[in-house]
């Protein structure tokens, strides 16, 4: 039995991400890893959870592996099986294993859709112990000082099957996320589209209407990122309210009332 090579350095950020902070939470981030403490970030769908990760590996200079939870995901899957490959079994590190072998930063992308049973795995990372329990091959991995665990979720979407344990969220350091006041937002969308500043600008005011129907219809208003995405359609000389319906409203909600009075008020803005 042999394992399959694994090369960390093509998990390193190579170019600085864009990214623009909200808060504290690079500085935050930065004391939690200098003193080996597991970060958990939390915040709606869409509002740069996961290119602050990118941008941190970059700062940091250490790799990232990110895993994209959902329900089928087992223990197996991130700490890693046996597989007979060519006549021959071979141990293969799931991506948890190979992050703390390699010392790398491990974020585990929407937690809360993972199994319950699953999420346990990461408890002994998550405290003084800083091990991983490999108990197929009765190997005890002790994680470095560079290893990193980092988890997020969306609050927003919390059900009683659908919830961080304490038990696992006592655990980490918190950094809360949301969408970036209007001016940043604008920002955003012209940095990340090269879209002019009138259109940014309405496209964020289409934005915070629409979150203030949370509740009220909708499960989660426009996030930045779907901003991006109408934009970038208009600058590909997509018409305003065509890209708003397609990138936007469509990607919202499908009960059909909802979708007219979205569309109506992007119509009322541009």
């Not at 992308?109 to 999420?119: G, S």
């Not at 940014?200 to 991006?228: C, H, I, Y």
Request: glycine share 6%; with cysteine.
């Amino acid at each position: 039995m042999k394992a399959k090579s694994f090369k960390p350095e093509e998990y390193f950020v190579e170019k600085e991400p864009y990214y623009e902070p909200i808060g504290k939470e690079i500085e935050v981030f930065e004391a939690a890893y200098n003193n080996q403490l597991p970060v958990l970030l939390k915040g709606p769908t869409g509002c740069g959870k996961t290119r602050f990760m990118e941008y941190m590996s970059w700062r940091i200079k250490c790799p990232l592996i990110t895993v994209s939870c959902h329900d089928d995901l087992t223990a197996s899957d991130l700490v890693g099986r046996y597989l007979v490959t060519g006549g021959e079994t071979v141990w293969v590190d799931g991506p948890l294993a190979r992050a703390v072998r390699a010392g790398s930063i491990c974020y585990l992308d929407e937690i809360v859709e993972a199994r319950k049973d699953t999420t346990v795995v990461i408890h002994p990372l998550c405290d003084d112990r800083r091990v991983l329990p490999m108990e197929k091959l009765g190997e005890l991995l002790e994680a470095p000082p560079e290893f990193c665990m980092a988890i997020s979720y969306n609050p927003g979407y919390q059900s009683v099957l659908k919830d961080l344990k304490q038990s696992t969220r006592q655990r980490f350091v918190a950094l809360e996320f949301d969408y970036p006041d209007a001016a940043v937002e604008q920002k955003i969308v012209e940095k990340e589209t090269g879209v002019d500043s009138e259109t940014a600008k309405q496209l964020v005011k289409f934005a915070q209407m629409t979150r203030n129907l949370k509740g009220g219809g909708l499960d989660e208003g426009a996030s930045t990122r779907l901003l991006v995405h109408a934009a970038k359609l208009m600058v590909q000389g997509v018409a305003p309210v065509t890209a708003c319906a397609s990138s936007i409203s469509q990607a919202l909600t499908d009960d059909t009332e909802m979708l007219i009075a979205v569309n109506e008020l992007s119509s009322s803005v541009f």
